[in-house]
């Protein structure tokens, strides 16, 4: 059974350019978050998807942008990049039928560096 | 506003015990996570609390007071592959959307 797929796991880019990332949940689950962790710091929540629409949204610009398919693989498109956009990105997967509790599944992430 | 609080770095001795502190104070309360974090790796699951109380699981024990926003991580007989970053997190309001404290750097010493 895999786990939460992401891909690519290290891309390097230049300030104001433009990235995808790519992420596959954990067999059985519907609902993808992607969080932003900077070097030393906790992951932020960037946004959740489900059923192909964004559910929920943390406070980033609107330069974060996603999508979901039907098969429940999401991308996270970020424009316009920053030096301060370097971190690891992670994807979380988990089924939106449980209750509130049900743990969330990582990835191992998107090293993303911005030069 | 959200906030969860825990120390920044700690020490400990290979076989000792170990104990990780966490306050929170967030607009609302769902449960309280902790995960262990490897350097560039994705975050693993140790423990979920709901209920006040300890909840203990081989060698990680955690315990929640919700009435003081608090909670903390119990490492035993440290070995170590537990040096790592511990993450203390809360679900709070939005559906399985998790606030997250900076984590705490656990270096663990022969």
């Known amino acids: 059974d895999a786990g939460v797929t992401q891909s690519p796991t290290h891309l390097i880019k230049t300030r104001g350019q433009q990235v995808t990332l790519r992420c596959s949940p954990k067999?059985?689950?519907?609902?993808v978050s992607w969080y932003q962790q900077a070097l030393g710091q906790g992951p932020q929540f960037i946004f959740q998807?489900?059923?192909?629409?964004?559910?929920q949204r943390g406070n980033f610009p609107d330069r974060f942008s996603g999508h979901q398919f039907p098969n429940y693989s999401s991308e996270l498109n970020v424009n316009a990049l920053l030096l301060g956009d370097s971190a690891l990105y992670l994807c979380?997967?988990?089924?939106?039928?449980?209750?509130?509790?049900?743990?969330?599944?990582f990835g191992s992430g998107t090293q993303l560096s911005v030069l | 506003g959200q906030n969860i609080d825990q120390p920044t770095e700690m020490t400990a001795t290979e076989g000792a015990i170990v104990q990780i502190n966490c306050t929170y104070q967030?607009?609302?309360?769902?449960?309280l996570f902790w995960y262990q974090q490897h350097a560039g790796e994705a975050p693993t699951f140790l423990s979920y609390?709901?209920?006040?109380g300890l909840e203990e699981k081989g060698r990680f024990s955690s315990f929640l007071s919700r009435s003081k926003g608090y909670s903390y991580l119990l490492l035993k007989e440290l070995q170590m592959k537990d040096s790592a970053s511990y993450l203390c997190?809360?679900?709070?309001?939005?559906?399985?959307?998790?606030?997250f404290g900076a984590g705490t750097r656990l270096a663990v010493h022969p």
């Open positions: 997190a809360v679900f709070s309001g939005g559906y399985n959307k998790l606030i």
């Open positions: 998807y489900y059923e192909e629409e964004e559910r």
């Open positions: 979380a997967s988990s089924w939106w039928g449980t209750a509130t509790n049900e743990k969330l599944f």
């Open positions: 067999s059985g689950h519907d609902t």
């Open positions: 967030t607009s609302g309360f769902n449960g």
């Open positions: 609390n709901v209920l006040d």
